[in-house]
């Protein structure tokens, strides 16, 4: 290019940014970086989240609610301290960002910092005392100090706030049964459950209930449905482990119930087939679900819902809103719908001209935390727990050493720290595999591979899997399908060489 043209677009840049164009094209870019790693955030890929964040960052160093979001994804996966730093910089780049408070309250929280944590979440209700997240959070911080009636009134100024808060209506109902208030529980955990009616731990919760009031027949119940709803959550396991014992005491022998009483034989077989009875309606309504990613609207009126379903990432006036929703909702319904979502911080607004434009808040906003039950009950110790890379590490050594047991011991505690770590996940398929569960392994890496069909490793288990139980065509086509992704694997190359050997 000559000289002339270098100085010429040289001239046209400098002009660009004078009047700001360039300013309103990056502030896009970030703007856009941002809602893409809130869908990706919504739809459980949090390294895909963490990128998006990562980009944004690099092209807006100042920008709180990139630095906000990207702490609450390390959040959710189990880095608090990382988290904690994020946090810090979104607060120190904006003092009044509220969202970014609570959370170092959260972060402090998970890392036991217990009076910086009531520290943070006190400063966040300061600037905004209907912050209901914070004062959900703070109650269940006071809770594990067993600071009981402090608690419950936090959830009291959460569910005042928003009478629809799921989240703090289920912790309360955790303190009721600390206090023994069993029936007020009870109240409270019904509506979390029609709210909620796949909600494992709410039917936990539920089960704790009616053992405290001695109602074991009722509690088994509660505890099976929890446990079909997730398999892995290893309190109602352990509960319904206790129950079925308690059930199946000697015919003859005194067991707390309701109605104390001697069963007969007949009485006790007659119980069993009517709580097996029940237990089996439950069958074909419950399914496992990512509940964190599936339920953000749930505090949100008819009105909200709607009116949030039809808004996006770039602005629409309230009449374009109208038009989109067409008879769906009055007007005035569009306007309750907009003022409690700009209240809820799930939409901002901008004036141009006369007109008013809403859209998504780009803010993920702050971490709810919901309580199950106390720190020392949990299975996974604290060091375990924050442990994440030495539990897979641990799971990788007992895969080869063929100890698949260990192997999926190790893994389980892994995902539970990170449901949502693709490695993670592909190593506990390969382990479902070598102990015999095979479908569900395949079925578990395709939907990986669907997701990101460069993912390497999840092709090498696939292949190597193939390859040692004698399935080489599959072998063959894995391996091809790694050297098509890189042509130079050298392990790739030797395991499809014997593949077609073999066959």
């Known amino acids: 290019m000559s000289d002339f043209g270098k100085q010429g677009l040289t001239g046209i840049f400098i002009f660009l940014g004078s009047v700001g164009v360039l300013g309103n094209i990056r502030k896009r870019s970030v703007t856009k970086l941002i809602s893409e790693g809130n ?12 990128r998006a ?8 160093s100042d920008n709180s609610i990139a630095w906000n979001n990207k702490g609450l994804i390390l959040a959710v996966a189990g880095n608090f301290k990382e988290a904690l730093k994020c946090h810090i910089k979104a607060f120190e780049l904006d003092p009044n960002h509220v969202d970014a408070i609570s959370n170092i309250g959260m972060a402090h929280t998970k890392l036991d910092n217990a009076e910086e944590a009531i520290e943070w979440y006190d400063k966040a209700i300061k600037i905004d005392p209907k912050h209901e997240t914070t004062w959900n959070n703070k109650g269940n911080l006071l809770s594990k100090l067993k600071r009981y009636e402090e608690a419950m009134k936090c959830y009291d100024q959460a569910i005042e706030i928003n009478p629809n808060y799921l989240a703090a209506m289920n912790n309360k109902s955790v303190e009721l049964i600390h ?13 979390v459950l029609k709210g909620r009616p796949l909600f494992s731990e709410g039917w936990y919760v539920k089960g704790k209930a009616y053992i405290g009031m001695g109602q074991f027949d009722k509690a088994i119940v509660c505890l099976e449905r929890s446990h079909r709803l997730n398999p892995d959550f290893h309190q109602a396991k352990k509960a319904l482990d206790v129950m079925r014992k308690k059930l199946v005491e000697a015919p003859g022998k005194k067991v707390e119930s ?24 439950l069958r074909s309504e419950v399914e496992i679900i990512g509940d964190e990613f599936k339920r953000p609207d749930e505090h949100l009126v008819k009105e909200e819902k709607i009116v949030l379903e039809y808004l996006a990432d770039d602005e629409k006036s309230k009449t374009a809103l109208k038009n989109e929703i067409g008879n769906k909702l009055s007007m005035p319904a569009v306007l309750r719908g907009l003022e409690g979502l700009e209240k809820k911080g799930l939409i901002t607004s901008s004036q141009a001209g006369r007109g008013t434009f809403y859209a998504k808040t780009e803010a993920l906003g702050s971490i709810e935390e919901e309580i199950i039950e106390e720190p020392e009950e949990f299975d996974v110790s604290d060091n375990t727990r924050n442990d994440f890379h030495g539990l897979v590490t641990r799971g990788r050594r007992h895969i080869d050493q063929e100890r698949y047991k260990d192997a999926s011991s190790a893994l389980k505690k892994a995902l539970q720290i990170n449901p949502y770590d693709d490695m993670a996940i592909c190593l506990m398929a390969q382990v479902q595999y070598e102990m015999g569960d095979r ?19 999840a092709w090498f288990i696939l292949a190597n899997s193939s390859l040692k139980h004698g399935q080489y065509q599959d072998a063959t086509e894995c391996y091809g399908k790694i050297l098509e992704l890189q042509p130079d694997n050298s392990e790739a190359r030797k395991g499809f060489d014997k593949a077609q050997k073999k066959l």
Do not use: C, W
């Open 39 to 50: 869908e990706h955030y919504r739809k459980g890929r949090l390294a895909d989240a963490v």
């Open 53 to 60: 964040y990562n980009l944004a960052i690099k092209m807006d």
């Open 179 to 191: 206090l023994k208030h069993y029936d007020e529980a009870l109240t409270l955990l019904n509506k």
């Open 258 to 281: 309701t109605h104390k009483h001697t069963r007969t034989e007949r009485e006790q077989k007659k119980l069993e087939k009517s709580i097996e009875k029940e237990i089996l309606k």
């Open 439 to 457: 479908d569900r392994a395949i079925n578990t890496i395709s939907k990986i591979l669907s997701q990101k069909p460069d993912f390497i490793p």
